[in-house]
T-cell receptor, first 113, second 115 residues
C-alpha cells in the first residue's frame, strides 16, 4: 500500500523567508503526486500536481514542487512567504492504477510578521 | 470550475440520531469520496464510490454507510450518531479517465458536533 510522510506537523517562517514543506512517498513505482492547501474552515484546494512531463512543477500562489525519484520526495517550496500563505498543507499520492488517494497528515504553516 | 457542494457547513446532532450528510458535484465525475478530518490524523477515508450504486469501504467505515443513487450525489449516513463521530467531514469527487493523474476536488466541509 502507498504511504505518504510529511516531516514536521508545524512549520514557522518569517514573512519573506523561504518556505519548504517536505513530502516523501513509499512506492517502488512513482505514483501521481499532489499538494493541497486548506485554509481555516474550508475544504482542500489543489495547489499543484505532478504530471511526469517535468520534475519541477509550478502551482498557484507562487508555490512549486520538485519530484525526485531517487529520494522518493516531492517537497513544496515558495521563495518568499506571505502572510496569506498561513494554512495547512497536505501532500497526496494516488497509484498509477486504482482510485484511492493517500494523504499525509498535513503540515501547518505559520508566517511570522 | 468543478463545484462540490456539501449541504451543511455546521451541524449539531444528538447521540443516537440518524444523521445524513449530503454532497453534490456538478462535473459528471465518476468517483466520489467521504473523508473525516481530525487534528493530527489528517484525512481518513470512510467510503468511496466509483460509480452509481457502487461503493467501497475505506479505512474507517464502522458506524457509517453511504448511498449513491444518482451520479451527482453521494450521501454519508451515521446510523446512530456517537460523540466520537464529532469531526470535520469532507466530500470529494474526481473524474476517472485520461490523463490519469486527475486530482480530487473538495467541498468546503461539514463540521459535525454530536452532543
Amino acid at each position: 500500500a502507498q504511504s505518504v510522510t510529511q516531516l514536521g506537523s508545524h512549520v514557522s517562517v518569517s514573512e519573506g523567508a523561504l518556505v519548504l514543506l517536505r513530502c516523501n512517498y513509499s512506492s517502488s513505482v512513482p505514483p501521481y503526486l499532489f499538494w493541497y492547501v486548506q485554509y481555516p474552515n474550508q475544504g482542500l484546494q489543489l495547489l499543484l500536481k505532478y504530471t511526469s512531463a517535468a520534475t519541477l512543477v509550478k502551482g498557484i500562489n507562487g508555490f512549486e514542487a520538485e519530484f525526485k525519484k531517487s529520494e522518493t520526495s516531492f517537497h513544496l517550496t515558495k521563495p518568499s512567504a506571505h502572510m496569506s500563505d498561513a494554512a495547512e498543507y497536505f501532500c497526496a499520492v494516488t497509484p498509477n492504477t486504482g482510485n484511492q488517494f493517500y494523504f499525509g497528515t498535513g503540515t501547518s504553516l505559520t508566517v511570522i510578521p | 470550475d468543478v463545484k462540490v457542494t456539501q449541504s451543511s457547513r455546521y451541524l449539531v446532532k444528538r447521540t443516537g440520531e440518524k444523521v445524513f450528510l449530503e454532497c453534490v458535484q456538478d462535473m459528471d465525475h465518476e468517483n466520489m469520496f467521504w473523508y473525516r478530518q481530525d487534528p493530527g490524523l489528517g484525512l481518513r477515508l470512510i467510503y468511496f464510490s466509483y460509480d452509481v450504486k457502487m461503493k467501497e469501504k475505506g479505512d474507517i467505515p464502522e458506524g457509517y454507510s453511504v448511498s449513491r443513487e444518482k451520479k451527482e450525489r453521494f450521501s454519508l449516513i451515521l446510523e446512530s450518531a456517537s460523540t466520537n463521530q464529532t469531526s470535520m467531514y469532507l466530500c470529494a469527487s474526481r473524474t476517472y479517465g485520461t490523463p490519469v493523474n486527475q486530482p480530487q476536488h473538495f467541498g468546503d466541509g461539514t463540521r459535525l458536533s454530536i452532543l
